[in-house]
Every structure is written in C-alpha cells, then in structure tokens.
C-alpha cells in the first residue's frame, strides 16, 4: 500500500514553440504593441513576431542607422505607440511606428540631445508621461519629449556602502505589478528594495536582515498585492517583502534527497495566478513555486519535455493572456486561462474509470494493476491475475446492483474484493473454459438483472449470471436473422432504459431484445440520409433520454431513431463548427444533454440544444483520452496514459481560438500612406486619395498567437468587389485603376482545420476624390457652359434669324412703300384725268362760271392731295377735307344731281384718328359712278358717318345707287375699267397697310328691290 500525496502543480503544461529568427536564436527580452504584435530584442537586432514570421526592424524601416551587434536589453513602448529599446552598450533607440522614424541616442558629448551612459537596461513610463531610464552606474535620466532632453538623478551618491561596493548598486532597476507596469516610486537594487519619497526627494532603502541577507543579490522584483513584494536572486532563491511591516522572508527548497537545490539561482520572475510564481534560474529551465504549500516544482521534471529552454532569459504576458518566454533557443508561448485541465498522475496507461457510489472510493483500471484512490488520498494498487500468458491484459470495469466491482480481461473476468484488495477468480472451471475458447473480451457492460455482457474477437457474445455464475454463449448464424450477424464484437457496447443490449461489430450494429430472445442487426452495408455509407462504427452510447447514438468519427456522430435496425433511420448530428476528423474511444451523455467524446487528440462536446461543438486538446491541457465516466456527481472521468482526467462539465469555459485581425500596412504605389498628421491609418480610419492615386495595397495578419496554425484569409474591397477574393495564406491585397468613388475594405480569417469564417473586419475606409472633370463643380460648369453656348448659338441663330427676318420685313415695307407710292401714283393721275374731263366738258359747253369753279376745288383738292401723297397715315379729320372737295366737284360733273351728307354721331375728334390717304375716296367714287349716276328715279343721296365701335372708329359709306348687281350689268367700258384699276388699287393698299383696316360692303334692298350700297370701313382704335 502506498499513499497518493499528489503532486503541487498538476497542470499539463503545453507551450507552443515558436522558434527564433533565423540565424539569431539569442532572444533577450519581449514586449508587445498596442497592435498586438510581439517585438522580441536579440543579442543582433529587434524583430517583430505578427503570428506568421519573424520580420527584421531593419526591413520594416527603410535604411534604418541599426548597428548588427546591439545587444538589446529591453524593449518599451511609450504612451504615444513609440517603441523604445535599450542596448547594453549602444546607447538608446526610438522607433515612431506611424511616421517610420528611426533615432539612435548614444553618450556623447558633443550631442546636444544624449543619454547619460550607453549601458541601457531598464524602461518604464511614470504616470506623468515622462519615459524613464534606469542607467547603470549613472542612476535614472527622465526623457522630457517636449524638449526633447533627459534630466538625471543619482540617488546614492551619498552611500558609503554603495562606494564601498564600488557602486554596483547603481544598477537601479523598476519594479512591476503584477500586470506588468511599473510601480510608482519603487526600485530594486542588488541589496535592498528602495522606496522614492516625492515630496522629500528622498530614497529610502529596505535592506533584509537573516542568515542569508549579506547574498541577497535582488535580480527582479515584482508587488503581488498592496503590500507583498516578490523578488528572484542569484543565490538565495526567492524572497518576499512586506511593505507595510518591513518584514523580509527567504523562500528557498529544503535540503534533502528530493531537493532541488539550482532553484536557488532564480532570474526573473511572474505570478501565474495568486497562487502560482513561475520563475527562471541559470541552467535550471523553469520552476513553478507553490505560494501556499511553499513547494517548487521543475517543469522540466514535470512535463517530462526536455526540449523546454534550461536558460529562460525573459518573460511577458500579452493582453491576451498569452505567456511568452524567450531563451537562447527559442520563443515559448503558454496561455495560461486555456490550460484548465488538471491531470492525476498515476504510474501506468488507464483505460477504465469507475468510482464507487457508495464511498466515493475511484477505480482505475491499466493493463495490468487496479488502482484504488480513496478520498483521503490513499492508494491500493492490485496486480490482475493471468489466465493465458503474458499478452493477457486488463480490459474494463463494472459494479453488478451489490455493489461489487469486477474487473475484465482479455480472457476471463474477476470479482475485487474491497477490504483485502485482492482481486479473486470466482467462476467455475467450465465457465472460464468457455471464455477461455472465445478469447479477448475488449469491453464489459452489467445489466439490471446482473448479468455480464462481453463481446468476443470471434463474433459470438457471452452473457454471465452474476447468481449462478452460468455462461451463456450467443454464435453467429448467417441462415437465422434473428441471430448476431456482425464479426468482431468487441468494445463499445451499451444497455439502453428498455434492457436491450447493444453492441457495434466489424460491418454494423446489432442489439440483443431480451425479452423476445432476438437480435436485430443493421445490414452490413447502410447508408447515412445523405447517402454516405457508414463504416468502422467507433461507440456506442444511450442519452439521458434513451435514444441510442453512435460515432464514426469525433465529426460524425448519428442517432438511431427506430429500432429496426434490418431498415435503420437514422440522423447525422447537425454541428455549427466542425470537430477535429479523428477516431472517437469513448461516448458519455452528461446530465443536461450533451456528448462527451474521447479520442487521442483530446475531448470533444456537442450541445444538441445549439447545436454547436467545442474541442479540448493539447493547448487546453488535454491529450489521448481513453474511457469516459460520468460519476453520481456529475463529474467526468476521463482515463489517459499516466494518470487521469477529473473535471465538471460546467466549469469549463470556451477559449475558442480567435482571430485577431491587424492591418500591417496601407501602401499607395507602394509607399506607406499616411493621415495629415503623419501617422500610419488605423482599423476604421478613412484614407483620402485623390484620382491619380488609384494603386494601393494592403498587407494584413492575424496576430491571435493562440496557436501556431496558419490562418487562410478572404477580402473584399466593397464598392468594388462582389464577392470575396480567397487568398489562402497570402495576407496581402492589390488593386489598381480604381475609379473615384467610396470604399470599404474589409478581410475575414478562416482556421486551417475549421470551416467557419470569422466575422468580417472592416478595416479601412477609402474615399477617392474623382478629378476636377468629375467633381459636382466641374460638371455643374460645364453644364452651365454647354447651356449658355447652346443659348449663346440659339441666340445668334434667332439673332440671326431675325435679322434675316427684319431684313425681309424691311425689304417687304421697302416694296411695300414702293407699291403703295406707285398705287398713289396711279390712284392720283386717274384722279386727275377724270376731273380735267369733267372741266373739259363745262369749256366746251361754255359754261365758264363752272370751268372756273371747277378749277378753283381742283386746284385745292390737288394741294391736299401733293401735301398727303408723301405721308403714311394722315388724319380722318384730313382725309374727309379731301374728300369734301372730290364730291363737290362730282357733283358738278353729274348731271343727275345728289345729295351729299356727312355726320359724326359720336362726336370724334377727328384729328385724333390715323388714315392713310385717300383711303375713302375710291369707295366715294365708286359710289357716285356705279350706283347714284345711274340712277333713274328720284334724287341720289351719299351720306358718310363717323361712329364709334367697340375696338375702334368705323367709317360708313351709304349711297342710293342701283346696287352692285344692276350695276355690273350695265356694259360701260369706261367704267367697267374704273373698276377694275380703283377698287383692285384700294384692295391692295388695305392688305399692305400697317394698321388694322377692315371693308365691309352690304348691298340694300327695298324688299327685293336693290336701293344701293354700304360699305362699312372699320379703324382699329389704335390708329
């Protein structure tokens, strides 16, 4: 009997291996940006880590002053993203990641801008923003960025003790939290802790007292809580230090055969959680001290890898709670909140779990010993009896309904005894002999009736009455279906709420009907409801609720749901993610519902009501589990090699590996593009381009860290591509001859064993400014000009036209004009003819008082009539003067005498009214010659009147005469052509005048007698 102590640290500790640059394995220290890259310093350079490689500072800075051998101490970033390294003996350096400016700051005197000492080997920003240097030998300088100098201090110049020492306690050193931020006001030295009194300028220094503080030599300090410092050294191991008392205490391994004793040279130093302190020595590799159990713990020892670096030179914990290590060798990264897996170790490969209901004793079950772990942390170990030879070995356990346990072999099954530990053959020798001939039972099941259920290599199934200890054999019978029809019937099997007993076999699935005595098998060749066939049937298992479910692999799992197996319907389990395409050992439901299954790889589980999956493997702690066990407190048990597993389904939380997407660069024809205030753009910033700088590019990476595996990467430039651009591994996007416009430009990641993309990242806003032809001001210009020399051409069209237009018209009133004075022309000499008649006709008669009246209103009538020939329009009050004399002189040409008669009814001024002239003499002469002068019967009556109408004045003309019919019938030659020339004459003169004149002529009757004519002459009120 031997006691389970266990051990302090229980973790399986897995760290990803991320290698070195190459050629440059020295890595002294690390840091991060606020980016999330890691920045590691080497003994050569400074490289940035962006998940994928390790790039040079010196390809990331164009011709950057970086010396090759510069040693880096310590890397730094300020408050303003600037990156900060100290060299051991180059002096300082500053890199601005926005601008991509590079400064080297060295001792010397004649820079007016220098760093006290060029041993560099601390940086921290104090919480006035001002980055301090802690300088060896030379005390601390303050680096002011608005002057851009450095103020020093040395606080021991006044220490005879430290001159004495020849000042190696100049080496003054910040101390940390916990989260990795300085302490305000606190240092380390070689000898002490020193606290800064601001307000007296003053350091006080806090020396230990003991049997080992004359060797203290401080290499780290770190403040756990308010008040509880931790520091490493090179020869005492650990210290604490109490600031609020004062008290120092050594930690330190206690001698003995298991002491391990290098602990004592410890380097630097983080807390892991409140209770764990993992540290590093020279040549030792890495230490966990147990805070409460005042216990170390070597991880070499512990994880059994030697690979692990002997010589861990620095140590940072990312904002992702990723643990980073750098050694001579290499970078080690370990993320501590996703290793909650704890493992038992036990010496030997398990492969069965059980833990007795009754006093919470666990069994646990390897090729050739039972254990038993109490709950006081005793051990029994019990060898297995050997039936056949050597090959014989352990293969499963039960507990029949008294609570007794049995344990299977690959031959033969025995009972444990509990109180003597012995583990006891209690079948009869014809039960072991028939279990003999049907060899390697690789799993064992017990129903509610105790019985055994094994299943054999040989295809048969062998049933054990616990009562009477009777065996039972079922063989394969291929002509009776109602027989096992599958070979190879081995582990696997499960009992489902009915009693039927299930089992998996070499090319399906049958299960036993006890109650009819039958078994029913699938077909040795069914398919899946897709169409897949289903082969290497892997476990079996019964939900909570009785439904029997069966794995292929950790990614195809399926559930029964009738129980004709001779025609199976069955469903494959729809995941949200995929699981790792792996074998599957062992399935077990948990009280809500969800599939746990093992495999070599780690432990899945499916939650049916999400439908979602989440897999547990080696970054989580967990590696080659084997059987599953669900105990009375919900707790699952999960065997593996040298030990196991014990955890809650419920206590674990999903870590699911995440991409953490950056931009590296935004290039515009291949020069990094910068904001007005000269620094680099940023996630969700707006580039502005103008047209003529439509070639860009992007390089971008996942800096996640979580895991080595490569991510695969989509993008999509929006505005511009319709679908993604898949690039694989290529974390880099090009685009040229892009046109003005807005764009968003966006990348998602896929693992590269998962199917699910990530949710897109929209990185960079792009506006481009379209060119001056293009913009809104331009277009609305040209618009306008187009516009106005469309209606400057109209214009000079319609200008055009209208001159034309005016030169037409004018040339129509020249013509007009013209006609009108060769009308008057003809109208005045015809006139004048038929007058010289008439006073020849009065001299031949001898009537000289006549001839010589008729002379005297010629001569009147012909002054009027040259005064009015040159005039446009004259006055109506002018033309009926004329016209008064024509008629008097026709009236003493008649021999037929008439009345003449002239009314203004209105009155009108009739000097206010515009006619042409002698507009109204032809109608007059036409009245007197065609109608009165052939009138027979009584006296001829003219008469004129001058009225007003509604637009105008009208001018009516009333003769007596025969009428115009009668008139037209008399065959006078004389007056036939007197027609024609006047009437056509006047006719014209109305068509051709300006003005608005219309004629209207009426013939009258008495009855239907014709007594004479009316012409109404009508003057538009204008004139």
């Known amino acids: ?19 070195a640059p190459k050629d440059d394995p020295d890595i002294e220290c690390i840091s991060e940006d606020r980016w999330g890259n890691i920045w590691i310093g080497t003994r050569q350079g400074v490289y940035r880590l962006d998940g994928h490689e390790f790039t040079p500072l010196n390809e990331i800075i164009a011709n950057p002053d970086i010396p090759t051998d510069l040693f880096v101490a310590e890397i730094f970033f300020d408050f303003n993203d600037k990156m900060w390294f100290a060299t051991y003996h180059n002096g ?5 990641p926005h601008a991509e400016t590079f400064k080297h700051i060295r001792n010397r005197l004649v820079d007016s801008i220098a760093v006290p000492g060029n041993r560099v080997y601390g940086l921290h920003q104090g919480t006035d923003s001002l980055l301090v240097f802690s300088m060896h030998g030379e005390g601390i300088a303050r680096y002011h960025e608005e002057t851009d100098s450095f103020e020093v201090k040395i606080p021991f110049v006044e220490e005879t003790a430290l001159i004495e020492k020849r000042n190696f306690q100049l080496m003054l050193q910040p101390v940390f939290d916990r989260s990795g931020l300085p302490v305000e006001h606190w240092y380390s030295t070689l000898t002490s802790l020193v606290e800064y009194i601001p307000k007296q300028d003053t350091f006080i220094y806090h020396h230990p007292k003991g049997e080992y503080a004359y060797n203290l030599g401080i290499r780290h300090a770190v403040l756990n809580t308010d008040s509880i410092f931790w520091a490493s050294s090179y020869s005492s191991g650990l210290w604490s230090f109490n600031a609020h008392t004062h008290e120092w205490k050594n930690h330190r391994v206690v001698p003995g055969p298991d002491a391990y004793d290098n602990a004592l040279n410890a380097r630097k130093l983080i807390f892991l959680d409140d209770h764990h302190i993992l540290f590093t020595g020279n040549k030792t590799g890495l230490i966990v001290y147990h805070i409460d159990t005042d216990l170390f713990t070597p991880l070499i020892k512990e994880t059994g890898n030697t690979s692990l670096p002997l010589d861990a030179t620095d140590f940072f914990r990312d904002s992702r709670n990723v643990l980073w290590i750098s050694s001579h060798k290499g970078l080690l990264a370990y993320n501590i909140t996703k290793q909650q897996f704890v493992k038992r170790y036990l010496d030997g490969d398990f492969i069965d779990l059980l833990r007795d209901p009754d006093d919470q004793t666990l069994y646990a079950l390897d090729y050739e010993f039972l254990y038993a772990l ?27 309904s008294q609570g007794d346990l049995w344990v299977g072999t690959e031959y033969g099954i025995f009972r444990y005894n509990k109180i003597s530990h012995i583990v006891e053959e209690v079948l009869s020798k014809q039960a072991v002999d028939i279990l003999m001939n049907n060899t390697y039972f690789r799993s064992m099941q017990i129903d509610h009736h105790d019985r055994i259920w094994l299943g054999s290599q040989k295809g048969t199934i062998l049933r054990i009455d616990l009562n009477d200890k009777n065996v039972h054999v079922y063989d394969k019978n291929p002509n009776d279906s109602r027989t096992l029809q599958h070979n190879y019937v081995t582990e696997g099997h499960c009992i489902d709420s009915l009693g039927n007993v299930w089992f998996r076999g070499e090319t399906g699935i049958s299960y036993y009907d006890q109650k009819e005595d039958i078994f029913t098998n699938t077909p040795d060749v069914f398919t899946d409801p897709e169409g897949l066939v289903i082969e290497d049937v892997e476990a079996l298992t019964v939900s909570p609720e009785g439904h029997v479910f069966f794995g292929v692999k950790l990614n195809t799992v399926y559930q029964f749901l009738s129980p004709q197996l001779d025609k199976p319907v069955i469903r494959r389990v729809a995941l949200a993610r995929a699981l790792p395409n792996t074998q599957i050992r062992d399935m077990v439901f948990d009280e809500r519902g969800r599939l746990w299954m093992s495999c070599d790889a780690g432990i899945a589980c499916v939650d049916f009501d999400s439908q979602t999956a989440h897999f547990y493997g080696i970054s989580d702690g967990i590696v080659n589990t084997n059987r599953l066990y669900l105990d009375s407190n919900q707790d699952i048990l999960a065997s593996t090699d040298g030990g196991f597993y014990r955890f809650h389904p419920d206590s674990l939380t999903q870590h699911e590996v995440a991409s953490k997407l950056i931009i590296r660069h935004f290039n515009v024809f291949d020069k990094p593009y910068l904001n007005e205030a000269g620094r680099k753009l940023e996630k969700g910033d707006t580039a502005i381009l103008s047209y003529s700088q439509n070639f860009f590019s992007f390089s971008f990476a996942d800096v996640s860290y979580q895991t080595k595996k490569k991510w695969k990467y989509a993008y999509k430039l929006e505005g511009l591509d319709e679908k993604w651009v898949e690039s694989g591994f290529r974390s880099y996007a090009a685009y040229t001859n892009i046109g003005s416009g807005e764009y968003s430009f966006k990348v998602r990641a896929q693992h590269s064993d998962r199917s699910q993309w990530t949710e897109p990242v929209d990185f960079l806003h792009i506006k481009i400014l379209p ?37 037409i018209i004018s040339f129509n009133k020249q013509i007009a004009e013209t006609e009108m004075k060769a009308l008057r022309a003809q109208m005045n000499p015809h006139f004048m003819f038929n007058v010289l008649n008439a006073i020849k006709l009065n001299v031949q008669r001898n009537k000289q008082d006549d001839a010589i009246d008729f002379i005297t209103a010629f001569s009147k009538l012909m002054r009027s009539v040259l005064q009015n020939s040159e005039k446009k329009n004259i006055t109506l009050s002018e033309e009926l003067e004329a016209l008064n004399l024509y008629i008097r002189i026709e ?21 206010t009214v515009m006619i042409p002239p002698l507009l109204l003499q032809p109608y007059v002469e036409n009245a007197i010659w065609h109608g009165i002068m052939h009138k027979t019967e009584g006296i001829g009556k003219l008469t004129i009147v001058v009225s007003k109408f509604e637009q105008g004045v009208s001018v009516t003309i009333t003769d007596n005469g025969i009428g115009r019919v009668k008139a037209s019938t008399i065959k006078s030659k004389s007056a036939m052509q007197r027609k024609s ?43």
């Open 92 to 96: 300082l350096f500053c890199f601005d």
């Open 374 to 400: 109490s709950g006081n942390g005793e051990i029994h170990k019990t060898k297995i009896p050997r039936l056949y030879n050597k090959f014989d070995v352990s293969t499963a356990l039960a507990f029949d």
């Open 1 to 19: 009997m031997c006691m389970y102590a266990g051990r302090a640290q229980d973790k399986h500790w897995h760290f990803e291996n991320w290698g």
């Open 891 to 911: 009236q003493k040409r008649f021999k037929t005498e008439f009345i003449y008669t002239f009314r203004n009814e209105d009155p009108i001024n009739l000097s």
């Open 771 to 807: 060119p001056f032809w293009e913009k809104p001001w331009f277009i609305s210009f040209s618009i306008a000009i187009l516009l106005a020399t469309i209606y400057g051409v109209y214009r000079y069209r319609i200008k055009a036209l209208n001159t034309k237009q005016d030169l």
């Open 981 to 1023: 020339m006047g009437m056509k004459i006047t006719s014209d003169r109305v068509r051709l005048s300006e003005q608005a004149i219309h004629v209207h002529v009426d013939d009258l009757y008495e009855g239907t007698h014709p007594s004479g004519t009316r012409v109404v002459i009508l003057l538009n009120k204008k004139l």
